[in-house]
DNA sequence: TTGTATGCGTTATCAA
DNA sequence: TTGATAACGCATACAA
C-alpha cells in the first residue's frame, strides 16, 4: 500500500494538518518543520491520493474523449493536440472506445459522468452534422473536435474545408494554371461541397471559368483518382491542374497521369488534401498539398474546453486555417504557408 | 451539482443505508421500499460518485496506457484491442501523452500512481528492448504490450515476428516458387532479424537454398522498395518471389517490378508484412500480407492486465501468431489465415 | 426491515 | 506555530 497522509504524519510526529500544510505551502509553520516533512514525505514515497483531492475539491482535472467513430489517423493528431494542451494543466484523459452505437456512447457517457469528468470532447471521423451528446440532466462542458452538431448552442471546431480548397486554388492560379480539374469525395460529405466551393471562388477570383465537366466525385480511394484521371484523359478534357480532394485520390491520379504520359507539374499540376505524410511524401513527385492541421486544432480544442471548464462559455462553430504545404507536384518553390 | 445519496435519501424519505441497499441489491429490504428508492433515484438522475466508490475501495477501476513513442497507426488497433477487453470489466483508460523522454515518462507515471490507477500498459512503436518502467517503491502490475523489457520478470506480449516470416515463407514455398528475396527494414529492428530468420527457416525447411544476395536491408519505406527491385533487376538476381518487411516496402517493390515488365504475381510472387488495409489493398495487385493482428495483441494484453490486477502474475515474453492474409499478389486463391 | 455510524485520504477551518 | 475535526460521497457493519 502506497503511503497515505497520516503515516507521514506519525513518521515525522506531527499531525495530518501540519503534513497538508508543509506539502502544500499553506498556511505558517516553522521553517524547519516544513523542510523535516517534506523530508519524511520523500523518504516514504508519499504520493496525494488524487481520489480523495478530487473528492473535496469537487474536480478531477480530468477529461473524457468520446468519438464516434472509428479511431482512425485523424484521431491521432487530434489527441495529440489536445494532450498537449492539456498536459500542461496536469489533466489527464479519459479514453473511451468510438462507437456509432447511440446506446454505447450513453454508457460511455454515464461512465464519464460517474467518473466526474471536468468535461468532454467529442470526436468524429466526418465533418457532417452528429446528434449532440445526451448528457441527461447533467450540466458539463462539451466542445467538438473535428465534429459538427445539430445544436447552434454547441460549441465546434472544424478546419476551414472552403479555405483550404480555395488556398489550393489560389495557389494553382498564382501558378499561372488556368484549366483546373477536380477530383472529389463523395457529394454526401459536407468537406467535399466545401472544398469545392473554396476552389471554384479562388478560380472566380482569378477571372477562371468554372467547368462541371472537370468535377468528378467518387469514392475517398486511389483507384478512384486513377479511374477519375484515366476518364478525364479519354473525353479529351483540357486541364493543367488537378486538385484532389484527398491526397490518396491525388496519388491515384498523380500514378494515372505518369502512366498516361503526362508529366506531373509540367502538363499538370496537382494539389492533394491532408497532407498525409507518408501518402504525400512517397508520391512521385512529392504532392503540395492542404494540410487541416489537425493537431493544431486539437490544442485549440484543449485549450478552449480549459476554457470552458473556467466558466467561459464560447457556443458556436469556429474554423480553423488550413494551411499549403508545398512539395515538387505544383513546380512551385516557394514555400508559402499561408492561413 | 448532480444528486448524491442523500438528496435520493431525502426525497424518498429513507436513510442513505438504505438507499444504498436499494440500489446495490444488498441488505434485507421491503420490495416496496426497494422499488420506492429506484424510482426516486431514477427521477433524480443519482449516479453513484466513482471518485467516492474508488476511495472507498482502494480501486479505481482504471488502468494507464503509456507510449514510449509518437503515437502512430499501430497504436490505433492496440487501442481498439485494449479497450475492447476492458470495457466489459467498466474499466477506463487514462491515454499518456506518447513521449521519447524518461523525464516526461516518470512524471505520466506520477500523475497515474496519483490517481491510483489499477495497472498501467506500456506500448511502443518498436519491439526492440527498452528500460523498464519506473514505478519507484510502487508495485502495481505492468504489461508490456508490442513493447520489449530488458528484465525477465516483465510481462511482455509481442507479436511472433519470426513466426509471421515462416508463414510467408511457407507461403510461398508451398505455391511453387524456389527463389524467394527479402527487402526489409534496418537491420538493427529486432523485428527485421526476426521475420528474416522465419523466412529462412521456412525456406530450410522447404529445402531452398538461402542466398545473402537476395536480401536487402533498407529503410521502411516505398521508395526502397522501389530502389532494391532496381537493384536486385540491374544485379539481374533471378527470383520468383518477395517477401517484404512491410507492406510500404511491398508496395514500392511491386509498382518498380511493374514498371520494369514484370508481372506480379506471374512473374514474381510478392508477400508484404502488417496487413495495412490502405497500402495493401490499393497495390496493384493487392497485396497479400501478414498481419501481426495487433487488435487481437491489445485484447490479450487487456486481459491479462485484468488478470494481473486480479492477482494472477504471469511474467515473462509471449508472442501472439501473426495471420497470413491472402490478396492477389501470390496468384493463390487459397483462404488460408494460418497460425 | 431500516437507521446510524464509521472509514476511505485529503484539505480547510478553527481552536489551542 | 501546530493540532483536532469536519467535510467530500459512498458502502458497510452493526444497532435498533
Redesign the interface.
Known amino acids: 500500500m502506497?503511503a497515505k497522509i497520516v503515516d507521514v504524519a506519525r513518521e515525522a510526529g506531527v499531525s495530518v494538518g501540519t503534513v497538508s500544510k508543509a506539502l502544500n505551502d499553506r498556511g505558517q509553520l516553522k521553517p524547519h518543520t516544513r523542510a523535516h516533512v517534506r523530508a519524511v514525505a520523500e523518504r516514504l514515497?508519499f504520493?496525494?491520493?488524487?481520489?480523495?483531492q478530487?473528492?473535496l475539491r469537487g474536480r478531477?482535472f480530468?477529461i473524457g474523449?468520446i468519438s464516434s467513430d472509428?479511431?482512425?489517423?485523424f484521431?491521432?493528431p487530434l489527441?495529440?493536440g489536445i494532450?498537449?494542451a492539456l498536459?500542461p494543466e496536469?489533466i489527464?484523459?479519459?479514453?473511451?472506445?468510438?462507437t456509432d452505437d447511440p446506446e454505447h456512447e450513453r454508457r460511455h457517457v454515464?461512465?464519464?459522468?460517474?467518473?466526474?469528468v471536468d468535461g468532454i470532447i467529442v470526436t468524429a471521423r466526418r465533418t457532417d452534422p452528429r446528434r449532440p451528446l445526451d448528457l441527461?440532466?447533467?450540466v458539463l462542458p462539451v466542445l467538438y473536435a473535428y465534429a459538427r452538431v445539430e445544436d447552434d448552442a454547441a460549441t465546434c471546431l472544424l478546419p476551414d474545408d472552403f479555405g483550404g480548397g480555395h488556398l489550393a486554388g489560389q495557389h494553382l492560379a498564382r501558378l499561372g494554371r488556368r484549366a483546373i480539374a477536380h477530383i472529389t469525395g463523395p457529394d454526401r460529405f459536407d468537406a467535399v461541397r466545401q472544398r469545392r466551393d473554396g476552389l471554384r471562388a479562388a478560380m472566380r477570383e482569378a477571372g477562371l471559368p468554372w467547368r462541371e465537366e472537370l468535377v468528378l466525385s467518387g469514392p475517398w480511394?486511389?483507384?478512384w483518382g486513377r479511374e477519375a484521371v484515366t476518364r478525364l484523359l479519354a473525353e479529351r478534357r483540357r486541364f493543367d491542374a488537378l486538385f484532389c480532394g484527398s491526397d490518396?485520390i491525388a496519388r491515384?491520379a498523380v500514378d494515372a497521369l505518369r502512366e498516361h504520359g503526362k508529366a506531373v507539374p509540367g502538363d499538370v499540376a496537382v494539389v492533394g488534401f491532408d497532407n498525409w505524410e507518408?501518402v504525400a511524401a512517397?508520391t512521385r513527385p512529392p504532392l503540395t498539398s492542404i494540410d487541416p492541421d489537425l493537431m493544431e486544432l486539437g490544442r485549440q480544442a484543449g485549450l478552449r474546453l480549459l476554457a470552458m471548464i473556467g466558466g467561459e462559455s464560447q457556443p458556436g462553430t469556429t474554423t480553423l486555417p488550413c494551411r499549403l504545404v508545398v512539395r515538387q507536384s505544383c513546380g512551385a518553390a516557394e514555400t508559402r504557408t499561408a492561413a
Chains 1, 2 share one sequence.
Do not use: W, Y
Not at 504520493?47 to 480523495?52: Q, S, Y
Not at 454515464?110 to 466526474?116: D, G, V
Open positions: 502506497p514515497g504520493r496525494p491520493n488524487d481520489l480523495a478530487s473528492l478531477s480530468t474523449l472509428r479511431f482512425g489517423r484521431s491521432i489527441l495529440e494532450e498537449e498536459d496536469r489527464a484523459v479519459f479514453l473511451c472506445k468510438p454515464a461512465a464519464l459522468l460517474a467518473k466526474r441527461g440532466r447533467e480511394s486511389e483507384s490518396q491515384g507518408i512517397e
